[in-house]
């Protein structure tokens, strides 16, 4: 059983660039959440998605979207890329069973904004 | 101030000895707690799961909660040199939904 999957593994783009970084979650879950981690810090929520929808968003700006399809894989957008951007970005998917849900992350995006 | 602190390390110990890591927090909400370990260029994985207040004991890892005192710690009997990575302890109000983590402490166990 594959685990959770992101592509692309490393990505280097220009300042005012925009970027989609892609996630496909373990067979069986339904949600994906994405977080953000800069160099030497923990994770930092951005938004979580179930049933295509966005259920819940964390303290990110609007150049940071998202999309869920279908077949509960995801994308993480970020448009007018700014220097800070620069992280790895984690994809996480889950489903909730006896009152609990465990997220399960992939190995991440490293993106570099130049 | 941060809803979650870490000591961010470095900590470094011989092989065999007790490590014990530690998070504070400030949201009483918190009813979920989570350790993580991530290796480097990796995602974390998920080591420990706690609801609520008590211990809970996996093998060589031991996970208590003190929601009283707002601190959660994870010990790790026997420590092995594959035990050296980054430790981050995570935690939500609700049993779905948004991760909040702490800044992650590195450890090196050293043969």
């Known amino acids: 059983d594959a685990g959770v999957t992101q592509s692309p593994t490393h990505l280097i783009k220009t300042r005012g660039q925009q970027v989609t970084l892609r996630c496909s979650p373990k067979?069986?879950?339904?949600?994906v959440s994405w977080y953000q981690q800069a160099l030497g810090q923990g994770p930092q929520f951005i938004f979580q998605?179930?049933?295509?929808?966005?259920?819940q968003r964390g303290n990110f700006p609007d150049r940071f979207s998202g999309h869920q399809f279908p077949n509960y894989s995801s994308e993480l957008n970020v448009n007018a890329l700014l220097l800070g951007d620069s992280a790895l970005y984690l994809c996480?998917?889950?489903?909730?069973?006896?009152?609990?849900?465990?997220?399960?992350f992939g190995p991440g995006t490293r993106l570099l904004v130049l | 101030q941060k809803e979650v602190e870490q000591d961010p390390g470095p900590l470094s110990v011989p092989e065999g000895a007790i490590v014990s890591l530690n998070c504070t927090y400030s949201?009483?909400?918190?009813?979920?707690f989570m350790w993580y370990r991530q290796y480097s260029r990796k995602g974390p994985e998920l080591l420990m799961y706690?609801?609520?207040?008590g211990n809970k004991e996996d093998g060589r890892f031991t996970a208590q909660v003190d929601k009283s005192s707002k601190y959660i710690s994870l010990f790790i009997r026997d420590s092995q040199p594959s035990d050296s990575a980054t430790y981050l302890c995570?935690?939500?109000?609700?049993?779905?939904?948004?991760?909040?983590f702490g800044q992650g402490t590195t450890l090196q166990v050293k043969p």
């Open positions: 996480a998917s889950s489903f909730v069973a006896g009152g609990r849900e465990t997220q399960y």
């Open positions: 067979s069986g879950h339904d949600t």
């Open positions: 998605y179930y049933e295509e929808e966005e259920r």
């Open positions: 949201n009483s909400a918190f009813q979920y």
């Open positions: 706690t609801y609520s207040s």
């Open positions: 995570a935690m939500s109000e609700g049993n779905t939904g948004k991760l909040i």
